[in-house]
C-alpha cells in the first residue's frame, strides 16, 4: 500500500531542491568570478613588471585595451 500522506510534503521538497540548485549556482558563479579576477590582477602585474624591466609603463586606458 502506499502512503498517500508522504506525498503531501512533495512540493515543499521540490520548492527546497529548486533553492538548494540556485544557491549552488550562484555559488560556483561567484568563486568563478573571484578566480577570475585574481589571474587577472596577477596578469596585470606580471605585465607591468615585464614593462618596467623595460623602462615602459603602461596606462589605465592601455591596460583596458588588454583586459582578458
Not at 4 to 14: E, I, K, Q, S, Y
Request: proline content about 1%; charged content about 15%.
Amino acid at each position: 500500500m502506499i502512503n498517500w500522506r508522504a506525498l503531501d510534503n512533495v512540493p515543499l521538497l521540490l520548492y527546497i531542491l529548486a533553492a538548494k540548485t540556485l544557491l549552488l549556482c550562484l555559488a560556483f558563479a561567484g568563486a568563478k568570478l573571484y578566480q577570475q579576477k585574481k589571474v587577472q590582477a596577477a596578469l596585470k602585474q606580471k605585465m607591468t613588471e615585464h614593462l618596467e624591466m623595460y623602462g615602459l609603463t603602461l596606462t589605465q586606458k592601455q591596460w583596458s585595451h588588454w583586459q582578458i
